[in-house]
């Protein structure tokens, strides 16, 4: 098994970190998704720095969450870095890298029962060639005005 295939050691979310303000946490049906916080450190250099690879790397990931993509925009630094935010149906995905540094801040929130951010964050780590990584993952509290509403997203032909 590679380093990246165990990055969320319980994709169930069994015993996974929770930061409640409360004493109890939440149970499962009052969760609106679930967020990964992901530092990538001794990356490939080049990659970080490759707006069109990065792309697809972010939209492979959207797509082994489970998520749909709807829109998703980059930048390129000068002299380096790129930054890329994902749009999706379910909430979003976004990176910042340091080629300087190796480094990339990943950022993975999906809502919903059908996605898992944990996915993202193994695609990103392997196609970035990560050397080690940082992995901070918590469960959204669904507020009590949304806990029953459903939304559909309205996806426009190109």
């Known amino acids: 098994m590679s380093q990246a295939a165990c990055l969320h050691p319980n994709p169930g979310w069994t015993g996974a970190e929770i930061l409640s303000a409360s004493p109890e946490a939440p149970s499962a049906t009052e969760m609106v998704g679930k967020h990964c916080i992901l530092e990538l450190y001794n990356c ?4 970080l ?3 069109a690879f990065l792309r697809n ?3 492979t990931a959207a797509k082994r969450a489970g998520a749909t993509l ?3 925009i980059t930048h390129h630094f000068q002299p380096q870095g790129v930054t890329g935010l994902a749009l999706l149906a379910e909430s979003h995905i976004s990176i910042h890298t340091w080629p ?3 480094y990339a801040a990943v950022d993975v929130f999906t809502c919903g029962d059908h996605t898992m ?4 964050c193994i695609v990103l ?3 970035l060639n990560a050397g080690h990584y940082k992995l901070k993952s918590f469960r959204r509290e669904t507020p009590v005005a949304v806990a029953g509403a459903e939304r559909e997203p309205e996806l426009i032909a190109a």
């Open 117 to 120: 951010p944990e996915r993202a």
């Open 125 to 127: 780590s392997e196609e």
């Open 100 to 102: 300087e540094s190796g």
């Open 70 to 72: 709807l829109n998703l």
């Open 57 to 59: 790397a972010i939209t």
């Open 49 to 51: 720095d490759d707006e």
């Open 44 to 47: 490939d250099s080049a990659k």
